[in-house]
């Protein structure tokens, strides 16, 4: 049921009323508009030698309710943000604590109604990392971010009237996507970009009516295709408070990095796979174009169910349960479903863990020992579908080389975790980054 008062936005058009009024009208800051002016370059700008130009471009300025205003300028947003401030920071007077208080930051809803791939996205985030955000919004210089990656952002099945999956009704699940056709390995089913976004670093620094006004705004402010979108999404239902934007962000959403930090991303199409401990897909994600990529882990075929999984895939069977709660359902997926697999499962990932304990202790490591626990622990990770974890077991194997002294080594694993970071997190992935970081010490 949608509340009434997404129902009365979503039809009117209209803003919030008085309660959600921009923060500047009871809580004005000192920041003027010269010094919005001093931002001239890009923080996230991609240059590349198919790019130069964007040596040259220049960011458009933080934006938030404040500026919109006193410049009548809110590019590259199509609307005026509104925003509120941070909740009040408490404090025990005392004479010896001189310390200011840190200010309070705002949390705004901005809105483009065409971005660089064509679709309509809102973001619940601060102006700064808004601002960081627009040259992304507005050209991430995608034909240089596909020449470092190796391939095109598009799925293997193009144009998209070739998709080679359905969605369908699910007994006892709702909505899901099934196979048609027979799905090789590593082929890429999906490539889809957010329609909505949702700060969660350090998000109880505001009032959680304030949090969910702006997401309401935020549903309302895009355009009739993505609100759509949004408003099929799976719903938990038991929110009384009756706050569909917020149901559907908590049932739905992906765990990505924006400028840097944590946010919720909705991907709707994506969002209709099912869980499963043991997937059959991964999800790949480019924090420089907000792209989310669905590929198949192993080769499915037609009638199959694609599935993700919603957990850390090296979790035990009982955390998994517990943190499956959140999404509202009890996992019935195939290796839940058989208790001695599941027991099998448990007995594989502790032992996975057993050796990577081993492997802080490098004391009481031997080369030959080494390999042993390292083939050991290879077979397990297969074994257990853990395949899009190998990448940071190579570079965690190569760590522990290096400590033993054996740099030969360390610079293999750390290469091969490298190529299999790249392939299951991405090219421009943070893990990747880690493991591109690592092989700098052989330079």
């Given amino acids: 049921m949608i509340s009434p008062l997404l129902l009365s936005l979503l039809l009117s058009g209209s803003p919030l009323g008085a309660s959600s009024s921009p923060s500047s009208s009871s809580n004005p800051t000192n920041t003027t508009v010269e010094h919005y002016q001093k931002q001239k370059q890009c923080i996230n700008n991609s240059p590349g030698p198919l790019l130069s130009h964007l040596f040259q471009r220049t960011c458009p300025l933080l934006v938030d309710?404040?500026?919109?205003?006193?410049?009548?300028?809110?590019?590259?947003?199509?609307?005026?943000?509104?925003?509120?401030?941070?909740?009040?920071?408490?404090?025990?007077?005392?004479?010896?604590?001189?310390?200011?208080?840190?200010?309070?930051?705002?949390l705004c809803t901005f809105t483009i109604h065409s971005h660089w791939a064509g679709g309509g996205l809102s973001i619940l985030t601060t102006p700064q990392h808004a601002a960081n955000l627009a040259s992304i919004i507005l050209?991430?210089?995608?034909?240089?971010?596909?020449?470092?990656?190796?391939?095109?952002?598009?799925p293997a099945f193009f144009p998209p009237s070739r998709k080679p999956f359905e969605i369908r009704h699910v007994e006892g699940k709702g909505l899901g996507v099934f196979a048609t056709v027979p799905i090789k390995r590593d082929t890429v089913l999906m490539v889809n970009t957010p329609v909505l976004l949702q700060l969660m670093d350090g998000a109880r620094e505001w009032e959680v009516k304030d949090v969910f006004k702006l997401l309401h705004r935020a549903g309302n402010q895009l355009p009739k295709k993505e609100q759509?979108?949004?408003?099929?999404?799976?719903?938990?239902?038991?929110?009384?408070?009756?706050?569909?934007?917020?149901?559907?962000?908590?049932?739905n959403t992906f765990d990505v990095s924006v400028d840097g930090v944590s946010h919720s991303g909705l991907y709707p199409e994506i969002a209709r796979i099912n869980h499963a401990c043991k997937p059959n897909c991964f999800t790949r994600y480019s924090p420089n174009t907000l792209l989310m990529e669905v590929v198949a882990y192993k080769d499915i075929a037609p009638g199959e169910e694609l599935s993700l999984s919603y957990a850390p895939l090296n979790i035990l069977s009982k955390d998994r349960k517990e943190l499956l709660k959140f999404w509202g359902f009890e996992c019935t997926c195939a290796l839940c479903r058989d208790a001695e697999a599941t027991k099998v499962s448990d007995r594989q990932r502790n032992r996975i863990q057993r050796i990577l304990e081993q492997f802080d202790n490098t004391k009481n490591l031997t080369v030959e020992k080494m390999a042993t626990l390292t083939k050991e622990v290879e077979d397990l990770v297969l074994k257990e579908g853990m395949a899009g974890q190998i990448g940071d077991l190579y570079n965690i194997i190569g760590h522990t080389y290096l400590l033993m002294g054996e740099k030969k080594l360390a610079e293999e694993y750390g290469k091969l975790g490298v190529e299999k970071l790249r392939h299951y997190a991405g090219f421009d992935s943070e893990r990747t980054a880690l493991g591109l970081d690592f092989m700098k010490r052989f330079d």
Avoid: H
């Avoid at 050209?139 to 095109?152: A, C, F, K, Q, W």
């Avoid at 799976?234 to 049932?251: C, F, L, P, Q, S």
């Fill in 65 to 106: 309710d404040e500026t919109s205003i006193l410049t009548g300028v809110w590019a590259p947003w199509s609307i005026p943000p509104t925003c509120f401030l941070s909740k009040p920071i408490k404090r025990k007077k005392s004479p010896q604590n001189k310390t200011p208080l840190p200010p309070r930051r705002k």
């Fill in 139 to 154: 050209d991430p210089g995608v034909p240089y971010l596909e020449s470092l990656r190796g391939s095109p952002f598009r």
């Fill in 228 to 251: 759509v979108e949004m408003l099929q999404c799976a719903k938990k239902g038991t929110d009384r408070r009756n706050y569909i934007v917020n149901d559907i962000m908590e049932t």
